[in-house]
């Protein structure tokens, strides 16, 4: 792997994997942390665990969202499945259940952010608005009706 941080990490790789809850994680491969940390905490309300330039962990609704830099995967087997794509996630729906989308949508507008479809009730029981995060994920923050 490749890095850019200098000096140590918040803490070692290995006592991070185990501290992880059982359940369902995410890991964005993005092409530049900052732009999509600004996003998850001030669209999306997520918490900054950790952040550097490699590598960053959000708190989101209760889960964990884990995003690493393009970099860090240069020796990695997953490197050719996203080297030159510009565009992430097709076809795939980040959900965020539990959130505002309206305040979501709003702030991401004023964020200059694409919103695919604006806050909507939804015949399946939700509220919910599509938007676009800075690196071409789809991210889909909904409430209960």
């Keep these: 792997m490749v890095k850019k941080r200098i000096g140590d990490p918040w803490m070692p790789a290995d006592e991070f994997g185990r501290a992880l809850p059982r359940g369902l994680g995410l890991n964005l491969l993005v092409p530049a942390i900052a732009p999509m940390r600004e996003f998850c905490e001030q669209v999306l309300g997520g918490r900054i665990v950790y952040a550097d330039v490699d590598f960053c962990v959000v708190e989101l609704a209760g889960s964990i969202l884990l995003l690493h830099a393009d970099h860090t995967y240069r020796d990695h087997e997953m490197f050719g ?15 965020v259940y539990g959130v505002d989308p309206d305040a979501i949508e709003a702030r991401a507008r004023a964020g200059g952010h694409i919103v695919l479809s604006g806050s909507i009730d939804k015949p399946h029981g939700l509220r919910e608005c599509h938007i676009v995060g800075p690196s071409g994920y789809v991210f889909v923050p909904g409430r209960a009706i």
């Design 81 to 95: 499945a996203f080297d030159g794509v510009e565009v992430r996630g097709a076809g795939a729906e980040i959900r």
